[in-house]
DNA sequence: GTCTATAGAGGGATAGAC
DNA sequence: GTCTATCCCTCTATAGAC
């Protein structure tokens, strides 16, 4: 992927901008990105990027909202479902969140560092409390187990699930995995999550 | 905590530099951070910043490389320890280090994020490769359990020990924890997570 | 060693032509 | 909507007095 000639996609201008966005305050954070990067990967004029988000700032929380977004909108449906059983919820969680973390590898560490990095940003924004800690998945776990605090086994299991990510640049950069044998660890651990988080219950 | 009147430590003046970069450089990232904070935090000159160690690069990298220092060199002796068994290590890392990271809150999202963003920085820098995976600790793992991949239990292990301390700013944004709640847990974690890391070896 | 002043480059944003 | 040119502020780094 050198810089010149991206693929001509049917996207609109502001489409590319956010496209673009994406994929350099991902790769770089928000305060080592500059406007110029951002248009040079989108193939346009710097001036429109501007035109159209008026701001770096601007364009960023667009960016970091879809993300957010993305974290959220998988697990919360599941962990606030009231049909399905812990176990159930345990399997789901596992293979799915691992399949979208296998799609967007470095979610987790950019957005956990920006909010760290600038948190009044983020005023609220966070729903963690709402959406995961009073959930039903939470009400099932803390039925089942009551000595243990479900908070305990909730930073467990998301542990478990996004540590790899968050690690994976220094796994790969220290030569512990390749790309694709990160891949097939990542499969494979679908079911190992799972697995364990029910052993944790008893 | 205003930023007038630091306490008049009797520190050198190198050390002070330090101290003040080691707070603001993690607080901030290095891209966000400005020579000027780390001077005002400092509370002397900003040119004797560059009298003393040249560059702002120059600073980050003694801070990253203390940094990395504490983040191995508490494991590193554990786990290469050929007269303990697998339990005592066990036991052993789940103690220290959640001890460490209580002294160091922000330490793994500010030294993972930074590589993440800067990759280039730190050329074969980690020994993760040698310090832990070839490490006597995962020969123990080996031998007792054949059929999972080693990797995956210490992704586990470490990621249940870590991963708290990541979602620290947005646990305590979104209300979850306050300061002292979570130390009580990480407090009670310990016991936790050497019980689990045990559990899953069977 | 410590200060003031400033050089010099970089980067966000806009004016104004087309 | 898109471009070029440029403003102007910020930030790193240094020159040079003390």
Redesign the interface.
């Known amino acids: 992927m050198t810089k010149q000639e991206k693929p001509e996609n049917n996207l609109s201008t502001e489409e590319k901008f956010k496209a673009a966005a994406r994929v350099v305050f991902t ?6 990105t500059k406007t110029r990067d951002i248009a040079e990967e989108a193939g346009l004029n710097l001036a429109l990027l501007n035109y159209y988000f008026r701001s770096k700032e601007n364009l960023f929380e667009i960016v970091m909202q879809e993300k957010i977004l993305l974290l959220f909108s998988l697990i919360s449906p599941i962990v606030n479902d009231d049909s399905t059983s812990l176990e159930q919820k345990i399997d789901g969680i596992s293979v799915r969140y691992i399949d979208m973390l296998l799609q967007n590898p ?1 979610l987790p ?2 957005v ?2 920006e ?5 009044e940003r ?1 005023g ?1 924004n ?4 709402n959406i995961i ?1 009073r959930s039903h998945f939470v009400k099932q776990i803390a039925e089942r187990n009551k000595t ?2 479900p ?2 086994l909730i ?2 299991f ?3 699930l ?3 990510f ?2 994976k ?3 790969q ?5 390749t790309e694709e044998i990160f891949s097939q ?1 990542m499969d ?2 679908k079911q ?2 799972a697995r ?1 988080m029910k ?2 219950l008893d």
Do not use: C, H
């Open positions: 790769k770089k954070g928000y305060a080592a470095d560490l950019f956990l560092s909010i760290k990095n600038n948190p983020f609220k966070f729903q963690v409390d800690m243990i605090n908070v305990q930073l467990s998301i542990g478990m996004v540590f790899p968050i690690a640049p220094v796994l950069g220290s030569g512990v995995v660890l494979e651990r190992l999550t364990w052993m944790m």
